[in-house]
């Protein structure tokens, strides 16, 4: 299930540079916040990731992940394909250090991830996502809490990038409209824009893409990737991916099974073997109506 890990991605991005609110986030996980500031600070820039023989397991005995090895160059994209429960969101829990796996290691820009200061890799991570968490306040105050302290130039500006001020500005106070419970309800699709916004003030440089597990969420034809925009070319991306649209456009695909890499490679490369990916890609596109080629 992607909600309750979204939420908490989500907020911890949003807590991470309020000291307070990450104070008390921290208590809840049990970690100390000095304990997130200790280590190799991650250097600016798109990083290198690498998965190296990962197993994983929240129970002993109950294997989530295993022997899963993957490469994303710094600045590509990798969609992570497969059944519900086949491993998706723990392989991102486990980029973000919520956990750490029993087998083999995580490397960042060649270095492990244990090695950097927790802190310094989650700052440069942003959430992307129609299920933002949105608190009650203005446009501009949601969008902020990507870098608290932003001008308000810096937030039209990122508004501007992703997309989201052309519906900002017909809102009947613009940035200065309320929002949440009581305020104004955004669609889906202006979420997801609030979300880039948060991300591109925050100059996130690795993203994590938590797409809509049903086309009946999807409102726009374009793919999360376009969404995306240009400013998205300069970050990592790891997407869990579910739109044939979204899986075609990323550079590498890792089709999960049971917590296991079936299958690695590019949408084009995967159809070729006529394997697992290649059935799920059509029965998918069956289901949803999708076009079925990609080449
Ligand atoms: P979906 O597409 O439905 O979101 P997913 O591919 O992201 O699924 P995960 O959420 O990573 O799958 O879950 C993989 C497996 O780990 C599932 O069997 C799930 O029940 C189990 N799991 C996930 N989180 C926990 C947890 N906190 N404790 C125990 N088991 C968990």
């Known amino acids: 299930v992607a909600e309750p890990f979204t939420v908490l991605v989500d907020t911890i991005n949003n807590l991470q540079r309020s000291v307070s609110g990450a104070r008390r986030l921290f208590e809840v996980m049990d970690m100390a916040e000095e304990d997130t500031r200790a280590g190799t600070v991650l250097e600016a ?91 009650d306040g203005t446009v501009a105050a949601n969008i902020e ?26 809102l009947p106070n613009g940035m200065d409209s309320e929002i949440g419970e009581r305020g104004i309800k955004l669609s889906h699709g202006q979420k997801q824009r609030l979300s880039i916004a948060r991300a591109i003030l925050r100059d996130a440089s690795l993203l994590i893409l938590d797409e809509p597990t049903s086309a009946l969420d999807v409102e726009t034809e374009a793919s999360f990737q376009r969404d995306l925009g240009e400013w998205a070319s300069g970050c990592t991306k790891i997407i869990i991916a579910h739109r044939l649209s979204t899986i075609r456009d990323a550079d590498y695909i ?40 990609v080449v």
Do not use: C
């Open 254 to 293: 890792v089709f999960l099974e049971h917590g296991e890499a079936v299958e690695f490679g590019t949408a084009e490369e995967l159809l070729r073997m006529n394997g697992r990916f290649r059935s799920y890609w059509e029965k998918q596109g069956r289901e949803i109506g999708e076009e079925q080629s």
């Open 45 to 135: 820039g798109a990083p290198a990731i690498r998965y190296e023989n990962i197993g994983f397991h929240y129970t002993e005995g109950a294997e989530t992940l295993r022997n899963l090895s993957f490469t994303i160059p710094a600045g590509k994209s990798l969609a992570l394909v497969g059944p519900s429960g086949a491993g998706k969101s723990t392989i991102v829990k486990l980029l973000y250090r919520f956990y750490d796996p029993q087998q083999g290691r995580i490397q960042v820009n060649d270095r492990p991830l244990q090695t950097y200061a927790i802190h310094s890799i989650r700052e440069r991570m942003a959430l992307v996502s129609q299920d933002i968490y949105l608190f």
């Open 145 to 170: 809490v990507g870098k608290p302290g932003a001008s308000r130039d810096e937030i039209i500006r990122a508004a501007k990038l992703a997309q989201a001020y052309a519906f900002i500005e017909l």
